[in-house]
């Protein structure tokens, strides 16, 4: 992410998902972050990755630090959550997938390269849960503007 | 005799999402945690350096680490040495692409098939970097014959495992008063079991030893060495009486 990149996006909504790679709700995280800054909120949001923030990369820390962030943590670790904090970000709203997940029991998450058909589906009602806060926090009616795609999602 | 994984390697990938390079690192990682080198190797998350506690952040100085990047950043070779170790090796995605021709990846949530060969060719030159540490580690000085000698490696297990990550399970950690400071000991309590374990009873051969192993975890300021062998003997004396009056 270069720093012109960053400026244009100054007024999106930062989604920092979990960067686990050992467990099933890291991927559930991950997946629920591409549904909504690639498909559902793609004008409106903005994907940053945790790696740069650990790094302290100044144009991912001035992400977090200008817009407000959305965290999906996978474990109780919050990693996301207090690596924003820690990047002076404001944590707009923080999700947990295994709090998600109890929202949601019909859907098993298995799989951590793969997500099994169930961890799709939950990432997507992550996703869905994720919107919603986002649009609170960009008001706009425009489904357009906001990069909704037709028809919505399907959770 | 607890498990003082000495041998295992800690792979860091730098798991990028923003870009096809960082799901290379992630699932090249998977590969080898689970598949190519599963008895060898252990991993963490890059954020937990500084968003876990001391005993994550201590994960490198315990395990030589091999930090796999998807790009010239270099987020988890530079995270990884500045939070936590200095890491043994590391790859970048980019230069593997190019090196190998590999084409154009694409496609961070579904790799496109260029993507899919980079985490073949990253996954087994991982695995190589891990069998060439492997084998320099097998060679230990040997005080006693003044020669290096070859240590037989332990049974490797090929069978597919599931990846586990450290998360929440840092390497243990024990506070230490020395010359009147609190010193944090990374690995103590391990050392201490396996000391026990070994039938080392607390004298003053014993705080030697003691000292050499703490230090191959953790750094011994060379003037402080007596006052961390007396500390270290003083402990060990008394957890030593902890565990005799538990049995």
Redesign the interface.
């Known amino acids: 992410?270069n720093n012109e990149t960053m400026n244009n996006e100054r007024r999106k909504v930062a989604i920092v998902?979990?960067?686990?790679?050992?467990?099933t709700y890291?991927t559930v995280s991950?997946?629920a972050?591409?549904d909504v800054t690639?498909d559902l909120r793609p004008e409106a949001t903005q994907?940053?990755?945790?790696?740069?923030?650990?790094?302290g990369?100044e144009a991912a820390r001035a992400a977090v630090a200008d817009c407000p962030a959305v965290t999906i943590d996978g474990?109780?670790?919050?990693?996301?959550t207090?690596?924003v904090r820690?990047s002076g970000g404001t944590v707009a709203q923080d999700f947990a997938v295994l709090d998600v997940y109890r929202r949601h029991k019909q859907f098993k998450p298995q799989g951590?390269?793969e997500l099994n058909e169930g961890g799709q589906k939950l990432a997507h009602a992550l996703a869905e849960e994720v919107v919603a806060v986002v649009d609170n926090l960009t008001p706009d009616p425009s489904p357009e503007r906001r990069g909704e795609k037709e028809g919505g999602h399907d959770a | 005799m607890p498990d003082l994984p000495k041998k295992k390697l800690g792979i860091v990938a730098c798991s990028g999402e923003e870009m096809a390079e960082g799901t290379i690192t992630r699932l090249a990682a998977l590969k080898v945690l689970e598949h190519l080198r599963p008895a060898n190797t252990v991993t963490i998350c890059l954020p937990l350096f500084l968003a876990g506690g001391e005993g994550d952040r201590a994960f490198a100085r315990f395990y030589p680490t091999i930090t796999i990047d998807g790009c010239e950043k270099r987020c988890a070779a530079r995270a990884t040495e500045m939070y936590s170790g200095k890491p043994a090796a590391g790859i970048v995605v980019t230069d593997l692409i190019a090196e190998r021709g590999l084409g154009k990846v694409e496609g961070r949530r579904r790799l496109n098939d260029a993507g899919l060969r980079a985490v073949e060719a990253a996954a087994d030159r991982v695995a190589q970097l891990v069998d060439e540490s492997l084998d320099e580690r097998a060679r230990r000085w040997s005080r006693s014959t003044g020669t290096f000698v070859e240590e037989a490696p332990p049974p490797e297990t090929r069978e597919p495992v599931e990846a586990a990550c450290s998360c929440g399970a840092g390497i243990p950690v024990s506070k230490l008063a020395i010359d009147g400071q609190t010193v944090t000991l990374i690995a103590l309590p391990l050392i201490f079991e396996q000391f026990r374990n070994s039938g080392k009873a607390p004298s003053d051969d014993t705080a030697r030893d003691l000292l050499e192993t703490v230090k191959v975890y953790n750094p011994a300021p060379a003037g402080d060495e007596e006052a961390y062998a007396m500390a270290l003997l003083r402990e060990y004396a008394a957890f030593c009486e902890k565990q005799k009056a538990k049995a």
Do not use: F, Q, T, W
Request: aromatic share 2%.
């Open positions: 992410m998902p979990c960067s686990g790679i050992g467990k890291g991950r997946e972050a591409y690639e994907l940053v990755a945790l790696s740069l923030l650990v790094l990369d474990c109780k670790l919050a990693c996301a207090k690596m820690e951590i390269a």
